[in-house]
């Protein structure tokens, strides 16, 4: 199957800072890519879409300024989390497809501890 | 809207046993995919299996296989033979039908299942 890395797995950062998580697609050209969040004993919701070259559509609740992402290539897609508060701590974990495909592909994810 | 309902938050399983998790359904969408993922403490989604809304036949992978009734809406994963390593958290999840920006997922609250040797 497609693989699809994400980095950093962790990261710990201080409020107020910004952390940016990538998502790349090693072998295969990503044209939409997906970003979940899932806090602690809970489900995975999606946050927004991402289309290359195109403005990323975010789900309702979600703060496109605080969660920023880009996708900027066909194998890359970025979510930064901006002056992030310890509530934003979660994991977070990014889905990959193409219209061939007949579902997305995740990365590992990443566990994010904001203190 | 879609939306997927996982009624069991945990369950147990007596090792080499079979275990259904259960899942249901709702979606106006003629044309839909369902997916049931196992997630490890690793926090790694694994994909299991894959029904698609209009394929005549149960998926069957290995020792998964769905229970797909579509009258009533569920698709339920029935693991054969359970194993220690089957231990972890199961979702359900759908996306909706056609198209590249179909494979976004609305997931189901999960099943944490716990094998017993």
């Known amino acids: 199957g497609a693989v699809v890395s994400q980095h950093p797995s962790r990261v710990i950062c201080k409020s107020g800072t910004s952390v940016k998580i990538e998502c790349r697609s090693l072998d295969f050209q990503a044209t939409t890519m997906f970003w979940y969040r899932q806090f602690p004993k809970q489900s995975l919701m999606l946050m927004a879409t991402?289309?290359?070259?195109?403005?990323?559509?975010?789900e309702q609740g979600v703060e496109k300024d605080k969660f920023l992402i880009n996708h900027a290539s066909l194998t890359l897609s970025t979510l930064t989390v901006t002056s992030a508060h310890p509530e934003d701590s979660s994991f977070y974990i990014c889905?990959?497809?193409?219209?061939?495909?007949?579902?997305?592909?995740f990365g590992q994810g990443t566990r994010l501890t904001v203190v | 809207a879609q939306k997927i309902t996982q009624t069991q938050p945990g369950m147990f399983v007596q090792e080499k046993e079979a275990v259904t998790l259960d899942c249901t359904y709702d979606?106006?969408?003629?044309?839909?995919?369902l997916f049931w993922y196992k997630q490890p403490s690793s926090g790694e989604m694994i994909f299991l299996i894959y029904q698609g809304s209009y394929d005549q036949q149960n998926a069957t992978e290995g020792r998964y296989s769905l229970n797909f009734q579509k009258a009533r809406k569920s698709a339920n994963l029935v693991i054969s033979a359970s194993q220690l390593g089957d231990s972890a958290m199961y979702f359900c999840a759908m996306r909706p039908g056609g198209g590249n920006a179909g494979n976004m997922l609305t997931f189901g609250g999960g099943t944490r299942l716990m094998v017993k040797p």
């Open positions: 889905s990959a497809s193409t219209a061939a495909l007949f579902k997305a592909f």
């Open positions: 979606t106006s969408d003629p044309s839909y995919g």
């Open positions: 991402s289309n290359e070259g195109s403005k990323a559509t975010y």
